[in-house]
């Protein structure tokens, strides 16, 4: 399975952005996809995540109240909606996926996903 995310770029404070990861081949259908993001100078983390079959989603505690994951399974895409952007939402965004065996919240650490893509950089302005 390849993944693979799009959707960045300059916005400013306020605005809204749909980040999306295209999955290509044949997941599992166990599978999920996560979204993660590393800003300048700081570790990659996670922002949520989505059962392939069932679209149960998780997210973490700071992201629940503006971003939204969703999935097409028709298209194989994912998405990431992100509503009211700050600057400190600036981030090279990464989608990645993982044959999951048991709850979302076991998945949150980037050794648990086998499957990445390349990022999508997203740029918010004050």
């Known amino acids: 399975v390849q993944l693979q995310a799009s959707g960045g770029g300059l916005v400013q404070a306020g605005d809204s952005l749909r980040l999306s990861c295209s999955v290509s081949?044949?997941?599992?259908?166990?599978?999920?996809v996560g979204w993660f993001r590393q800003a300048p100078g700081k570790e990659r983390e996670f922002v949520s995540n989505i059962g392939w079959r069932e679209g149960t989603t998780y997210y973490a505690d700071s992201m629940k109240d503006r971003f939204t994951i969703s999935r097409d399974n028709a298209k194989k895409m994912v998405y990431l909606q992100m509503n009211n952007l700050k600057p400190e939402d600036t981030a090279v965004y990464y989608c990645a996926g993982v044959a999951a065996y048991g709850q979302l919240t076991y998945y949150q650490r980037q050794s648990d996903y086998r499957d990445w893509g390349q990022g999508t950089q997203v740029t918010v302005s004050s």
């Open positions: 081949g044949r997941p599992f259908s166990n599978y999920a």
